[in-house]
């Protein structure tokens, strides 16, 4: 693939489309000890997240299997591999920047300790061009929280 | 406030209404070569031309169906349509924007009201309580859920000068049966504002929730949900200078959460099938269909219109008018105006001896202007003082006060018309 | 009819479409650079100037609130107003104007139904009968009915090529507690046309009357109510190159008459009193509040437009259209269509090998075409087939053959990109 | 009344206030054949008509008792003063003829024989500039049709 995609490639970077395509954390864990489901009812896009903890309570690993967009699976994919290492507050907090980010293309208020993760999952930023295809990019961050906060169902905004 | 009688054509006022004319392009139309006074906006506002180039301009660069399209046409056309939303809220001052739900127009509002939380959330037994001022919107759907369903509709009484009547207001909760007031916030025929903080206290005080009719009440003054602390209000968009085919109702989110949809179709569910179908979150639950896309648009171009003029300089303006009109008409021989409430909007409904309203109505049409005539859609209304119709002149931001005065005079001139 | 895949881009055309285009500003804008190519219209169609226009001028030097209005404005606008529905009588070939009912759109219509027919006219026991490719909005209402009043929903089948099963359409009714067969016209994600009369002929056999969704039906192919002898017809105005905020409801005037009113309020009352009221007669007394005036003003200015280009010539457009479409997409490696009707409309609903609709849709719209994806509004149908969603391209009057080779085109590119 | 009221003549001419303000027919009849009420909800307007036939089956005398505006009285009592002497048929005919003519302000259409009655209706033309008053002016017509037919009660269309 060569320039002839140019126009397509400012919202599907090479980056999406790899993690959209071959997902490395696309599977379920063998032990885990906390799960949520998401379910975005709109488009029949659905996730489910586990998760497993380090002693110190960080997320140890964390796997997912999901049905949907090239956007949706590439965003789970990110998030996995975002989060692995992460306290639980840092987990919420990159959530709540993330979701600013995917809203409206930045996120000025962000906290910049925040930075680097935050560049790792820039290539979705572009989403906030189609408000109704944000939702693609929270799913699974939604079910992520919802697993860390002991609930077991979520569904985007 | 105090406004002499023979005020010159080009008096100094709050709002520089000659300004204000300009916008609005059908203001310069003559009837039968006579100038255009229009004095009929409680039906219905003229639109100024920030409304209609928004409706137009959307449909000639950006529309498509909203929601889920995923196609940069649908989503910008999403967010002008959302963007009425945010409007609406910040107009009402609602604490959140999900609680602002579009309908067709306010009747549209009060039947979605009588059906979902009349029927989904009122049980037989309990009672509705209205006023003896209300328009038919705000009591036809009440007799509907009456006769289906077994719920009481009660009457709060009005006095002789047109205002409620407090004590009989009160005695009509007394029983803790009443389950929503529903009220209206200005009377489309005698001008009157209701105490609406007032009512709001003695009815949460007896366990009843409070709806407003706000359909005249928000054209002229600043409306605040919070501070009002009613559970819900209605409105329609094209008194408010904006498009025909919009009306809102706004309700405590929690309120609007625990009512059962009205419509069915699509925009409002979450999923389908033939069993079991789930509803989308609020607003969207209570918006079944294609919404009103354009008037959404146009809406928030009005509201962002009024907004920019104030509502403190308009409710001065209607002040001035209303003692203006009072003064000059209560001056003619043979007029009878209709209420005297303390506390009155910019509405007169008058008689005339020896002469029928829709005689009236008629010949001050040939003279330009535009009133109108009948029993208003308030019937109970007019019979309570034991007249079928009347004339009514009713007042806008564009309103001149020398339009107030070529009224009186074509009306001097009808009378004796008449004689 | 058989069209030539490569077919040069201005092929002469029973239709005049360069002409046509010129009417809609619209289609001169550009998304991203790119020329907009809107394949969009069956979720809502573009607006032509002559309806821009029309609802420009009537606020601009013609507006005010209808009927009972008494001075000049009102009375021309009420003429102006009352002359869509002698437009829509017209368009539909109905016997009577008063048959025409004005709603807030399609919708709106079949939820009028459900309470004043479904509600108001059907008796538990009774059942309804839709099919298997209803939109959401000719579903849910007759499930809020079923839950609400134990009128029983039964849904007829559709086979693997996306046609109704008439054999199980038939055995549906043999039990003659049948009361109303409510079906779409045309589908909207598989394009396919229902067989009307026979339909009719059919319901009618078995003691059950019959009403179309004709949103999609409309839009493509002249509808005559006496000569499918139906009892029911509904559109919605946005999809026929009308404003939003309208729909119609046409019914047989007895049925009409016998059917309860719905919502409560103005303009639907002959008199009000609060222990009793009567209502106007058909079709006001349906149209409870101020209607959609300016929309119904709007609405007949995209009749006349339609009528004045003649439903033959678009009827054969769409023919020419939809033969093109299924021929160039068809011929893309991994593209699947759905619906495989022998009489089909123009929109095409397809899905991408390895590629999901939505991002289908999205990949498509950076190159300026508009498609949408998703469920449509007919989940039950997606489920039919084991599927979520699908993009859907579909036509209208200003659609160009050389649009759908660009989306041909485009979609071979979306393909290799996700390749 | 000089000509300063001349803007508002071309409806209210002379005729109609006349007619509105001393209608000559508005009486009860003592001893009638038939009777009708009419009834316009919309502006209030209520009218009772008498009927009393000649032996020879035409109209020998007619009385009303109305509430309503100046045109609906005026033409109650202008249809009285022309359906005197008229027989059934005449008096329907009648009644379509002056219909159209309140509605469309002529009656292209009409029976030369209808011309002298017709003159007499005439200054009521001009309602069909309002046609929500078209209903004042035919609402007595209404109620002598529905009498003559028989019928108790009748409200214009
Ligand atoms: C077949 C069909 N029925 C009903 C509807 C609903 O139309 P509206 O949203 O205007 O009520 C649509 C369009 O979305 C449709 O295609
Ligand atoms: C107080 C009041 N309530 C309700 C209505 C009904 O408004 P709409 O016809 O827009 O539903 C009106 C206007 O006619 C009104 O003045």
Same mark, same amino acid.
């Given at each position: ?12 970077q @090479? ?5 959209? /395509?071959?997902? /490395? ?27 497993? !903890?380090?002693?110190d309570?960080t ?23 975002t *989060? ?11 959530? #709540? ?22 560049e790792?999952? #820039?290539?979705?930023?572009? *989403?906030?061009? !189609?408000?109704?295809? %944000? ?17 077991? @169902?979520?569904?985007?905004? | ?51 209609? @180039? ?20 649908? #989503?910008?056309?999403?967010?002008? !349509? ?16 999900h609680? %602002? ?37 705000n ?38 049966? *009443? ?9 489309? %025929?005698?001008?009157t ?24 009440? *928000? ?13 819900f209000y ?50 969207h ?9 354009? @008037? ?16 403190d ?13 009072l ?6 021989e ?54 079928d ?16 005065? !070529? ?6 001139? %009808? ?5």
């Amino acid at each position: 693939m060569t320039d002839t995609f140019d126009d397509l490639r400012d919202l599907y970077q @090479e980056v999406i489309l790899d993690h959209g /395509r071959r997902p /490395r954390h696309a599977r379920r864990l063998e032990s885990f000890d906390a799960t949520a489901k998401g379910d975005n009812p709109m488009c029949g896009d659905r996730i489910e997240v586990w998760v497993k !903890y380090a002693p110190d309570g960080t997320i140890a690993d964390t796997g997912f299997q999901a049905r949907g967009c090239a956007i949706s699976v590439a965003s789970a994919d990110l998030m996995a591999e975002t *989060v692995i290492g992460r306290s639980k507050a840092d987990t919420h907090a990159l959530f #709540e920047a993330f979701r600013e980010m995917a809203r409206t293309g930045k996120c000025p208020h962000c906290d910049a300790a925040l930075a680097e993760p935050l560049e790792r999952l #820039e290539p979705l930023a572009g *989403v906030h061009e !189609y408000p109704s295809r %944000v939702k693609c990019a929270t799913l699974a961050w939604h079910a992520l929280v919802a697993a860390l906060d002991g609930g077991k @169902e979520a569904s985007s905004e | 406030m105090n406004v002499d009688a023979r005020i010159p054509l080009d008096r100094p006022a709050l709002l520089d209404v000659a300004r204000i004319r300009e916008d609005f392009p059908i203001l310069r139309q003559t009837i039968r070569g006579k100038k255009l006074v229009f004095l009929d906006s409680a039906a219905s506002a003229q639109k100024p031309r920030a409304v209609i @180039e928004a409706m137009r301009e959307a449909m000639e660069t950006q529309y498509a169906n909203v929601h889920r399209g995923l196609h940069w046409m649908s #989503e910008r056309t999403t967010d002008a !349509y959302e963007a009425a939303r945010d409007a609406v809220a910040a107009l009402l001052n609602a604490r959140d924007r999900h609680e %602002v739900v579009f309908t067709r127009n306010i009747t549209d509002s009060l039947n979605l009201m009588a059906h979902s939380y009349g029927r989904g959330v009122l049980r037989p037994g309990q009672a509705v309580v209205i006023s003896g001022m209300e328009h038919h919107s705000n009591i036809v759907p009440w007799q509907l859920l009456r006769d289906d369903r077994g719920i009481e509709l009660r009457v709060a009484p009005i006095t002789d000068s047109g205002e409620l009547d407090m004590d009989a207001f009160e005695a009509l909760l007394a029983d803790g049966r *009443v389950g929503l007031v529903s009220m209206t916030h200005m009377s489309n %025929v005698l001008g009157t504002y209701t105490p609406a903080e007032r009512i709001v206290r003695i009815a949460h005080a007896h366990g009843a929730k409070v709806l407003f009719d706000g359909a005249q009440a *928000v054209v002229h003054r600043r409306v605040d949900v919070q501070a009002l602390d009613c559970d819900f209000y209605a409105f329609t968009g094209h008194k408010l200078y904006g498009p025909t085919g919009i009306g809102v109702l706004w309700g405590r989110r929690e309120l609007l959460d625990a009512m059962p949809p009205f419509l069915g179709g699509g925009e409002m569910i979450s999923s389908v099938s033939y069993e079991h179908s789930t509803w989308a979150e609020v607003p969207h639950k209570f918006e079944a269909g294609t919404p009103p896309i354009l @008037e959404g648009i146009g809406l928030k171009a009005a509201i962002d219109y009024v907004q920019a003029i104030g509502y403190d300089a308009i409710a001065a303006h209607e002040t001035s008018l209303i003692d203006h009109a009072l003064s000059r008409l209560g001056a003619i021989e043979g007029v009878h105006i209709l209420g005297r409430a303390q506390d009155r909007g910019g509405v007169v409904s008058f008689s005339l001896d020896r002469a029928h309203a829709h005689d009236v109505a008629t010949l001050l049409d040939r003279q330009g202007i535009a009133v109108r005539a009948g029993h208003h859609c308030a019937e109970p209304l007019m019979h309570r003082f034991g007249l079928d119709s009347t004339a009514r002149a009713s007042f806008a931001i564009y309103t001149k006060h020398d339009e107030i005065d !070529y009224l009186a005079d074509s009306l001097a001139r %009808v009378r004796e018309f008449f004689k």
